[in-house]
């Protein structure tokens, strides 16, 4: 079967790295890709929205098969481009139409769905520029911390949470008045603030029937303890400890069957990832967020944790088979921590020439912001650089590999959080 992957970060380097292991692969193709890619596939230098020319590569190259890594060419539609032509329509595209990724593209679309199919999640109202002053007015009535969140994509970071009301009614105005994410922040979601455990939960739906992967956490702030900024992810662990049979089992009756039986009833065909973060309040799952594809730095935990073949089970997705599938996982555990460069997540510096990658040992590096130079050498290009991840009989085991690589791999300016999986070792 020929593949192209679509995505150039650490997800989809993890992604690529499990597809490749598949003796039901014949090529892989990678879009745009990264250097940490090249043993996995070939690169093609197309974006990940060039939707004309991906659709032309995949006739030339008899692509069989799609796998959209990240998220914004499925809000933009790309599942709904090959359908929507003659030519491509037969090629299997593992990823939500337009429809199905609202379910991450609008917080609002997504609070909204929850409420209609009785999912648990945080009470909630939403606020634009026609409602701004009403929405203040909440922000007076609601108990501290505050959580704010733009509609839209915001790469992450979209979420503001603080206990200080005066900041967060500025926050508000910031958003909505000033577009303070852009677009994305045109509507705000103002939701209740949920303490507990956070936990990310993955299924892969063929619109009927689904499998669960294995769970992970991620780490969000960017400074030891959970504190400073959020981020796209500085690390993450799996398996989850407190994401006993019990609790999966609420989550799976609550949540995920809920969810997948939606999404039918509204008349989406959901083909492909739904990422669920999920909180742990008093041993009960309530969702913070959907997502409409793998989570990132989690996918880099969550692969290597998959005994099964990749391709054969994405293979069935096309034509509602994943109920013949049983999916089996690997018994270890995985831990992966993000190298970033200095500054992020706000001003960074690119082009830094990374060294020592070779000296590593026991981990398995996931490029996700690299590039090469004209002189050959790795450079940072993002501010999330590169995924380590470990593998060994518990956290704390893989934990060892991780930080070991994380420490050897060098280049002007990097950072990491060391205390990855703080709560479980």
Request: proline share 5%; charged share 25%.
């Amino acid at each position: 079967m020929n593949i192209l992957l679509i995505g150039s970060g650490g997800r989809e380097n993890a992604i690529a790295w499990k597809l490749a292991q598949s003796p039901l692969l014949s090529q892989l193709f990678i879009a745009p890709g990264n250097p940490g890619m090249k043993p996995y596939g070939t690169l093609v230098a197309i974006a990940v929205d060039d939707f004309e020319n991906i659709g032309k590569f995949c006739i030339e190259n008899a692509i069989e098969m799609v796998v959209v890594g990240p998220e914004v060419p499925l809000v933009k539609g790309i599942h709904d481009y090959f359908l929507a032509s003659d030519k491509l329509k037969s090629i299997s595209v593992i990823g939500p139409d337009s429809k199905g990724a609202m379910l991450e593209g609008s917080k609002d679309f997504s609070k909204q769905f929850m409420k209609k199919y009785a999912i648990p999640t945080a009470d909630y109202q939403t606020f634009d520029s026609k409602s701004l002053d009403k929405g203040l007015a909440y922000l007076e009535t609601a108990k501290p911390p505050y959580v704010l969140k733009a509609d839209g994509l915001a790469a992450g970071k979209g979420v503001i949470i603080t206990s200080d009301l005066a900041e967060a009614k500025a926050t508000l105005y910031e958003m909505i008045s000033d577009l303070k994410f852009g677009d994305a922040s045109a509507k705000v979601v103002i939701e209740q603030f949920l303490k507990g455990l956070e936990v990310s939960v993955f299924a892969l739906s063929d619109g009927k029937n689904y499998v669960l992967l294995p769970e992970a956490k991620d780490y969000k702030r960017i400074g030891i303890g959970d504190t400073g900024p959020n981020t796209g992810g500085m690390g993450a662990v799996s398996p989850v400890p407190f994401a006993d049979a019990l609790f999966m089992q609420k989550v799976n009756e609550r949540i995920i069957k809920p969810t997948v039986d939606g999404l039918a009833k509204e008349n989406i065909l959901y083909k492909g990832f739904i990422f669920f973060g999920l909180i742990e309040v008093d041993n009960e799952p309530f969702v913070i967020e959907y997502n409409c594809r793998m989570g990132d730095p989690e996918t880099e935990v969550v692969m290597p944790r998959i005994k099964s073949d990749l391709v054969e089970i994405l293979s069935k997705v096309q034509n509602q088979k994943l109920n013949e599938v049983k999916i089996e996982f690997q018994p270890f555990a995985a831990t992966t921590i993000m190298l970033v460069a200095g500054g992020y997540p706000d001003d960074y510096q690119k082009g830094d020439v990374i060294t020592e990658i070779k000296n590593t040992k026991d981990v398995l590096c996931f490029h996700a912001g690299t590039k090469t130079d004209p002189n050959g050498n790795i450079v940072t290009n993002g501010g999330r650089v590169m995924a380590l991840t470990g593998t060994g009989k518990n956290i704390t085991e893989a934990l060892e590999k991780s930080k070991s690589a994380a420490k050897t791999i060098q280049w002007k300016g990097k950072y990491f959080r060391d205390d990855i999986g703080f709560e479980f070792v």
